[in-house]
C-alpha cells in the first residue's frame, strides 16, 4: 500500500508565497511522474505542474513563471513552490504520483487527500 501526504497548504496575500510538499510512503520501488493538480470550486481538476524522475518538467500555462516543482528521490518527496499568488490560484491541490510496485514492477496512480490553498486579502 502506498500513502500520499501532503502539507504545506494554508491563506496567503495576494503576491505571497507558500511550498507545498507531498511525501509518498509504502511499498515503493521507484516513483515515476509526480503531479500537482487543483481543483477550484465548481471547476473541474486541473494539471498544475508534473515532474519525471529524471526531472523535466511540465507547467500548466496559468502558472508558468510562478511556480517551480521540484523533487527529492531520496524521499519520495515532491514540492510545489508558488510565488506571486493570485486570488484565482484558490483551489484545493493534489499530489499524485505514478508509482512502480516491488516484485511485481506494475505501475498504479496514487492520490493525496489535498491540502487548501486560498489566496485573499
Known amino acids: 500500500q502506498v500513502q500520499l501526504v501532503e502539507s504545506g497548504g494554508g491563506l496567503v496575500q495576494p503576491g505571497g508565497s507558500l511550498r507545498l510538499s507531498c511525501a509518498a510512503s509504502g511499498s515503493i520501488f521507484v516513483i515515476n511522474a509526480m503531479v500537482w493538480y487543483r481543483q477550484a470550486p465548481g471547476k473541474q481538476r486541473e494539471l498544475v505542474a508534473a515532474i519525471t524522475y529524471g526531472d523535466s518538467t511540465d507547467y500548466a500555462d496559468s502558472v508558468k513563471g510562478r511556480f517551480t516543482i521540484s523533487r527529492d528521490n531520496a524521499k519520495n518527496t515532491v514540492y510545489l513552490q508558488m510565488n506571486s499568488l493570485k486570488p484565482e490560484d484558490t483551489a484545493v491541490y493534489y499530489c499524485?504520483?505514478?508509482?512502480?510496485?516491488?516484485?511485481?514492477?506494475?505501475?498504479?496512480?496514487?492520490w493525496g487527500q489535498g491540502t487548501q490553498v486560498t489566496v485573499s486579502s
Open positions: 499524485n504520483a505514478r508509482v512502480v510496485l516491488p516484485l511485481t514492477l506494475d505501475e498504479y496512480d496514487y
